[in-house]
């Protein structure tokens, strides 16, 4: 795989304006989406996972609602920097989005033909017939059954599945190089969920793009990631690829959420463990490591100072004061249960 960057998130920091002040939602965040990769981004509600999304795309609006700074580079530019016409051409263009409701996402008035072709008509300035046509390409991509009709159906006449099969539709229409995908499935049943994310990487290969994807399943992660990206309050805390993060999990978070997914051949019988407590809010954020409060190694120094994100490996990055003493204690602990074999 090609480990150029597509997308480079640098020191991204977006706040809101709320009724008490400047909320400040992401704080320095620092990845990068490697071209053909799905990057995973993983953490509880409230983490800060939609944000980092929505901030590509700078959907919030920066007058009224929220500010950004840093850099998201694509393909040579900071999006941050460009004007709002620019802006407007790479979205759905250059980078699409897939929601995780596509009934708040879909308008309930227009036909699903109308609302996929509306971005070939704008962007790539096809006339309403060849638009037509190209929908219906889409949707027999997408797997729908009889898409000449669906075009000109409402979205309240198709099922959750289609429905998500025509937000991916219309997110694919332009052939975008990135896809942030915003917990696609989540609002769908088991089996719906298993063939939409079959269809993400079916679709992926075909058009050649990279996914951002957002979830806060782990299973899914392990499924179709290539790397993970871990978020607790607005920071990233662990970062690597899928086999590190799954067989060597470093941030104490990370290994709650592991020890919280269910197994999937459904033989653990004790009861599923929950990490204790919740996200704070981000008017009351931890003085030192913001995991420290509900962290079960979490001492002083993690009370007073927060820790910075470091390389371990080259290519695992952890922001925990103690992980590699808590790794030595596992180590210890595993070699002397098979000893006592
Ligand atoms: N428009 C807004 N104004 C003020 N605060 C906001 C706004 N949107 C998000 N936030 C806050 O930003 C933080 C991160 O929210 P975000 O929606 O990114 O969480 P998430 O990780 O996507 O969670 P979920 O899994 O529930 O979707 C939360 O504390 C949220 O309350
Ligand atoms: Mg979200």
Known sequence: MNQQPILEVKDLRTSFYTERGKVTALHGINFQLR??????????????????SQSILRLYDEKYTAEYEGEI?????????????QMQEIRGNDISMIFQDPLSSLNPVYTIGFQISESLILHQKL???????KVIELLRLTGISAPEKRVNQYPHELSGGMRQRVMIAMALACKPRVLIA?????????????????????LKDE????????????????????????MYLGQIVEEADVQSLFSKPLHPYTKGLMKSMPAID???SEKLFVIEGAVPSLNNIPKGCRFAPRCPYADELCMEKPPELTVHNDNQKVRCWHYDKIMREEENQNDNTIKAK
């Not at 990057?39 to 983490?47: A, D, K, R």
């Not at 580079?73 to 016409?85: A, I, R, S, V």
């Not at 058009?207 to 871990?230: K, P, Q």
């Open 182 to 202: 915003d917990e696609p499935t989540t609002a769908l049943d088991v089996t719906i969920q298993a063939q939409i994310l079959d269809l993400l990487l079916q």
């Open 266 to 268: 459904g033989e653990r």
């Open 207 to 230: 058009y050649n793009m990279s996914v951002m994807f957002i979830t806060h399943d782990l299973g899914v992660v392990a499924e179709i990631c290539t790397r993970v990206v871990v």
């Open 35 to 52: 071209e053909g990769e799905i990057l995973g981004i993983v953490g509880e509600s409230g983490c800060g996972k939609s944000v980092t």
């Open 73 to 85: 580079n694509f393909q040579g530019e900071n999006l941050l920097k460009l004007p709002m016409d």
């Open 127 to 133: 006339s309403k017939k060849e638009a037509n046509e």
